[in-house]
Antibody
Framework: QLHLQESGPGLVKPSETLSLTCTVS??????????WGWIRQPPGKGLEWIGT???????NYNPSLKSRVTVSVDTSKNQFSLKVSSVTAADTAVYYCARNYDSSGIRLDYWGQGTLVTVSS | QSALTQPASVSGSPGQSITISCTGTSSDVGGYNYVSWYQQYPGKVPKLMIY???NRPSGVSNRFSGSKSGNTASLTISGLQAEDEADYYCSSYTGSGTVFGGGTKLTVL
C-alpha cells in the first residue's frame, strides 16, 4: 500500500527558508512512472498547487511561487523535498505531498496527511 | 495563472441532485480534458473523486459524475446524502502545471 509522509519544522521565522521532506513507501520513486507534487492550504482557505517533480528531476512550478520554490528528489532515500525561501506569514499553511498518477498533475490519487507550517517570529 | 472559479456554496436536500461548476479559460479547463474534482472534509486530506473530466477512481460512488462544456467543468452529485456534505475543489491542467478552484462548500439540508 502506498504511503506518503511529510516531515519538517512546524515553525519557521519570516525571511527564512521552509524545508519539508516527503517520504514515500510502497512504491519506488526511481522505478515508477509517477510524478510527485506539493500542494498547500492556508488555514480556512483553498488548495494551491506548488510544484511537481519526476524521478529524472524534471520540475514544474506554480508561476506565482516559482522564484522562491525548489522541489528536488532523492531516489536513494525514496524521498522528495520542498524548499520555499524568504517566507512570510502568507506562507503559513498545511503542506501536503501527493502522488500524481501522470504528468497532467490533476490525478492526485495518494496524499500525505499534511503538515502545518507556521511562519512567525 | 488565476484560480478557477467555483461558487462559494451550494446546498441541496437528501435525495436531490446538485451541480457544482468550475469555470476557467481556454488555457486550462477549455484547452484540455484534464479536469479533476476533490472532496475534503474539515481537517481531513482531499480525496480524488473525478479525474480526466468524467472518470471515477475505483471505490468512488457512481452518484458522482463529471462533465465539461467549453471553459466550464461540472461535478454532479445525485441522490444527495448527508455524508456528501464537504468542500469540493476542481483542478485543471494548464499546459505547464496545475491550477485549483477556490472551493465550494456543499451543505446537505
Amino acid at each position: 500500500q502506498l504511503h506518503l509522509q511529510e516531515s519538517g519544522p512546524g515553525l519557521v521565522k519570516p525571511s527564512e527558508t521552509l524545508s519539508l521532506t516527503c517520504t514515500v513507501s510502497g512504491v519506488s520513486i526511481s522505478s515508477s512512472n509517477y510524478y510527485w507534487g506539493w500542494i498547500r492550504q492556508p488555514p480556512g482557505k483553498g488548495l494551491e498547487w506548488i510544484g511537481t517533480i519526476y524521478n529524472s528531476g524534471s520540475t514544474n512550478y506554480n508561476p506565482s511561487l516559482k522564484s522562491r520554490v525548489t522541489v528536488s528528489v532523492d531516489t536513494s532515500k525514496n524521498q522528495f523535498s520542498l524548499k520555499v525561501s524568504s517566507v512570510t506569514a502568507a506562507d503559513t499553511a498545511v503542506y501536503y505531498c501527493a502522488r500524481n498518477y501522470d504528468s497532467s498533475g490533476i490525478r492526485l490519487d495518494y496524499w500525505g496527511q499534511g503538515t502545518l507550517v507556521t511562519v512567525s517570529s | 495563472q488565476s484560480a478557477l472559479t467555483q461558487p462559494a456554496s451550494v446546498s441541496g436536500s437528501p435525495g436531490q441532485s446538485i451541480t457544482i461548476s468550475c469555470t476557467g479559460t481556454s488555457s486550462d479547463v477549455g484547452g484540455y480534458n484534464y479536469v479533476s474534482w476533490y472532496q475534503q472534509y474539515p481537517g481531513k486530506v482531499p480525496k480524488l473523486m473525478i479525474y480526466a473530466v468524467s472518470n471515477r477512481p475505483s471505490g468512488v460512488s457512481n452518484r458522482f459524475s463529471g462533465s465539461k462544456s467549453g471553459n466550464t467543468a461540472s461535478l454532479t452529485i445525485s441522490g444527495l446524502q448527508a455524508e456528501d456534505e464537504a468542500d469540493y475543489y476542481c483542478s485543471s491542467y494548464t499546459g505547464s502545471g496545475t491550477v485549483f478552484g477556490g472551493g465550494t462548500k456543499l451543505t446537505v439540508l
